[in-house]
Each structure stands twice: as C-alpha cells, then as structure tokens.
C-alpha cells in the first residue's frame, strides 16, 4: 500500500559548524529547509485470509498509515513538527524516516501480520527501503 505526504526537511547536525554541515550535506543543509512529496510504500507479509482472501484487511492498514505516516508528517516541517527529528537528534533521511514508520507501524500489527518493507521515496530518483534488522 502506498500513502503520499508532503513535508519539509532539513539536514544538519547543530554540533557541526554551517561548513561542515554544507560539505556533508550540500543543499540539504540550507535553512530553512526544502519540501518534498514523500511517498511511503509499506509491504506486509503473513498467511492470506480464506475468508477475505487478504493477510489485514485493507481498512485497517490504511488507518495504520493514515495514523502512523499521514498524520504525523503531512503539512509539516519534520525536523521542528517531529519531536524524534528535532536538531540535535535524528537527520530525517529517507533511511531514518523508513525506520522509525517500520517501529510504529510493525508494533500496531495484528498477530501473525508482519512488516516484509517500508519505503520512503522523497522524489523518483531518491528513495529507501527498510526491511527491520535482518
């Protein structure tokens, strides 16, 4: 399933002086920061229900986005709306942002539902996958 969000972000490490920051960073690192149209693509995998021939019903997993990425980063400046982005913690990379959906979203499941991937694109040419610790 896939969900789309548009959000701004800024890459910078506060305990870096503004040329480390712009040799580490490029552009990314320029105040305010830049927006993109995210999406977020999640796959999931477990044993595909007789009833309604689904591993979670499609209801359920798009709550579960809308809650957990939707919600959460749409409209919003990640690193000033996102109190686990905010300077000084975690860069919102594609990476990061991929890890940190894939710990909401695989606590929420149902039994037996697991996270197979979370992929977090920022723009055709740039995206990550997350597929948990293995």
Not at 24 to 30: D, E, I, K, L, N
Not at 31 to 46: E, L, N
Not at 64 to 75: A, I, K, P, S
Not at 83 to 112: D, M, N, Q, S
């Amino acid at each position: 399933r896939a969900v789309g969000f548009r959000a701004t972000h800024r890459y910078f490490r506060p305990d870096w002086s503004p040329e480390r920051n712009t040799e580490a960073f490029g552009g990314c690192a320029a105040v305010p920061g830049h927006d993109h149209q995210y999406q977020c693509r999640v796959t999931i995998a477990g044993p595909v229900s007789a009833e309604t021939g689904m591993i979670l019903d499609l209801p359920m997993l798009d709550r579960l986005l809308d809650e957990e990425v939707v919600r959460r980063f749409d409209g919003r400046h990640i690193n000033h709306d996102v109190p686990e982005f905010a300077f000084g913690r975690t860069i919102p990379t594609c990476e990061a942002i991929a890890i940190f959906v894939w710990e909401r979203l695989a606590a929420r499941l149902p039994k037996g539902v697991r996270l197979h991937t979370v992929r977090i694109q920022e723009d055709p040419n740039l995206y990550a996958e997350y597929r948990g610790n293995a």
